[in-house]
């Protein structure tokens, strides 16, 4: 159950697009379309932002996107703003019926 | 609204015990799966437990089998985790959340603190 593995950081200016990846195996990201994002500010409970590779859930803005090519994730955040500076972390599920995350990226935006 | 207040939290000695409690509301606690993530001192969030809508299933991450038992009790709307033989590095705040869909958590606690010291 090794940790998916996520940039530590990345970072961009208001109303620039990034991404974030999230590698994994055969085992987990690239055999299953179940990989979900979450946002998480400093000393608060983390954000559901994306389930099952690229679906939304509602209330979501549509700035935030999510797509998959092989063992790799990835979570756009377009127009950025300030306040989505934070956290953020990927999860998939496993060939053993079991999860893990990525290890985290810290967003900043400059 | 959707709430979860976890509770149970706090200072143990390593090799000891304690029982965290998850007091759901606001949603048909019997027709979710749940589970428990937790989140080391400025690490980041590990995947701990899950257990299905009637507790026929469980999954653990494998640094707590054995040692950890996710439960819950649809009638009393409360999702629990008993936690023995703890070591330090099971220091961490715990959340419960709401399954949805195969690997989503679409709801999250507060968080309670479990600190394993001397």
């Known amino acids: ?110 | 609204e959707v709430l979860l207040v976890e509770s149970g939290g706090g200072l143990v000695q390593p090799g000891g015990s304690l029982r965290l409690s998850c007091a759901a509301s606001g949603f048909t606690f019997s027709d979710f799966w749940m589970s428990w993530v937790r989140q080391a001192p400025g690490k980041g969030l590990e995947w701990v437990a899950n257990i299905k809508e009637d507790g026929s299933e469980k999954s653990y991450v494998d640094s707590v089998k054995g040692r950890f038992t996710i439960s819950r009790d649809d009638a009393k709307n409360s999702l629990y985790l008993q936690m023995n033989s703890l070591r330090a590095e099971d220091t961490a705040v715990y959340y419960c959340a709401r399954r949805w869909a195969v690997a989503g958590l679409d709801y999250w606690g507060q968080g309670t603190l479990v600190a394993v010291s001397s």
């Open chain 1, 1 to 110: 159950q090794s940790a998916l593995t996520q940039p530590a950081s990345v970072s961009g200016s208001p109303g620039q697009s990034i991404t974030i990846s999230c590698t994994g195996t055969s085992s987990d990201v690239g055999g299953y379309n179940y990989v979900s994002w979450y946002q998480q500010h400093p000393g608060k409970a983390p954000k559901f932002m994306i389930f099952d590779v690229s679906k939304r859930p509602s209330g979501v803005s549509d700035r935030f996107s999510g797509a998959k090519s092989g063992n790799t994730a990835s979570l756009t955040i377009s127009g950025l703003q300030a306040e989505d500076e934070a956290d953020y972390y990927c999860i998939s599920y496993t060939r053993s019926n079991t999860w893990v995350f990525g290890g985290g990226t810290k967003l900043t935006v400059l």
